[in-house]
C-alpha cells in the first residue's frame, strides 16, 4: 500500500473562506472569494503558479512549531533559528456586530518577535484562475494593491513596502501587522484594529466552544474537531463543504 500524505499545516477561516497555513508560514491555499473559486494561494498544488504569502527567515536552517490559541480558530506559528524566534499568528475575523456576524474577506497576520534578533522576509504574491493570472502591483502610501484578479485584493502592513516589492530581509525588532482583504479595504487603525479583531475573533470562538454540547470524554481533541468542522460551513446556505482544498491525493498515484 501507498504511503499517505501529510499535510503539515493549520488552518483558519471564518465560514467565508478558508486558508491553509503550512509550517513554513506560507498560506498554500486558499480562494477568495467563495469556497469554490479559484485560489489566490495555490502552493499546495503548484509551487511555480501556485503564488505565495509567506513570512521566513533568512536562515533555512529552522524548526517550527504550529499551534491554535486554546478552544479558537486562531493559529499560531513559532519559527526558531539559531539567532532567535518569532510568531506569526493568523486568523479570519468573525464575531458578532451590529446584530449580524461579521466574516469579512480578509486575512490578518501578525508577526512577533519572541527572543534574539532575526532576519525575516514578507512576500505576497497572489495569483488568479488558477495560476493563469498575474496581477498587476501598485502601491500606496502603506498598502500594495493588486488588481486584475475577480476583485482587488490589498495588502495593508506597518512593513516597508520596499521591504516587500524587494524580496528584503528585515530585521524584526517589535511587532508587524499585515492585513489582506479582498475588494473592500480596511480603512482604519492598523495595530488597533489588529488587536481589537483577534480578541473579538479569539472571544467569539471561545464562546461558541462553551455553547457546544461536548462531554468531558477526550474533550480537548472533540471540541478541536468541532471548531474545524464550525470553519467548513459556508454561512449563506448553512451547508458544509465536502473539502476544504480540491481532490488532493490520499496517497502517491491514487
Not at 73 to 101: M, W
Not at 124 to 143: A, K, L, V
Not at 191 to 218: C, H, L, M, P
Request: hydrophobic fraction near 30%; charge should be negative.
Amino acid at each position: 500500500m501507498s504511503e499517505r500524505h501529510t499535510y503539515e499545516m493549520g488552518l483558519v477561516g471564518n465560514c467565508s473562506y478558508l486558508g491553509y497555513i503550512n509550517k513554513d508560514t506560507n498560506v498554500d491555499w486558499m480562494c477568495w472569494p467563495r469556497f469554490d473559486s479559484s485560489f489566490v494561494f495555490g502552493g499546495l498544488l503548484d509551487d511555480e503558479k501556485g503564488g505565495e504569502f509567506s513570512i521566513r527567515p533568512r536562515d533555512t536552517d529552522f524548526t517550527s512549531h504550529q499551534y491554535y490559541i486554546q478552544n479558537t480558530n486562531v493559529l499560531c506559528t513559532e519559527i526558531t533559528t539559531e539567532k532567535g524566534s518569532y510568531r506569526v499568528t493568523d486568523f479570519a475575523p468573525r464575531f458578532f456586530q451590529h446584530d449580524r456576524y461579521y466574516k469579512p474577506l480578509m486575512l490578518v497576520r501578525k508577526i512577533e518577535p519572541i527572543q534574539g534578533e532575526v532576519q525575516v522576509r514578507v512576500r505576497c504574491r497572489p495569483t488568479g484562475d488558477y495560476g493563469e493570472i498575474t496581477p498587476n502591483t501598485y502601491q500606496g502610501s502603506n498598502h500594495i494593491q493588486y488588481q486584475g484578479l475577480e476583485r482587488s485584493l490589498r495588502l495593508t502592513t506597518n512593513i516597508s513596502l520596499s521591504y516587500i516589492a524587494e524580496d528584503q530581509f528585515f530585521v524584526l525588532n517589535e511587532a508587524k501587522y499585515l492585513v489582506l482583504t479582498f475588494g473592500q479595504p480596511m480603512e482604519a487603525s492598523l495595530a488597533g484594529t489588529v488587536e481589537e479583531f483577534q480578541k473579538k475573533t479569539v472571544n467569539y470562538w471561545r464562546k461558541w466552544a462553551k455553547s457546544t454540547s461536548i462531554g468531558s470524554f477526550y474533550q480537548s481533541a472533540v471540541i478541536r474537531s468541532a471548531l474545524v468542522l464550525k470553519i467548513h460551513q459556508y454561512e449563506d446556505t448553512g451547508a458544509i463543504i465536502a473539502a476544504g482544498t480540491t481532490s488532493l491525493p490520499e496517497s502517491p498515484g491514487s
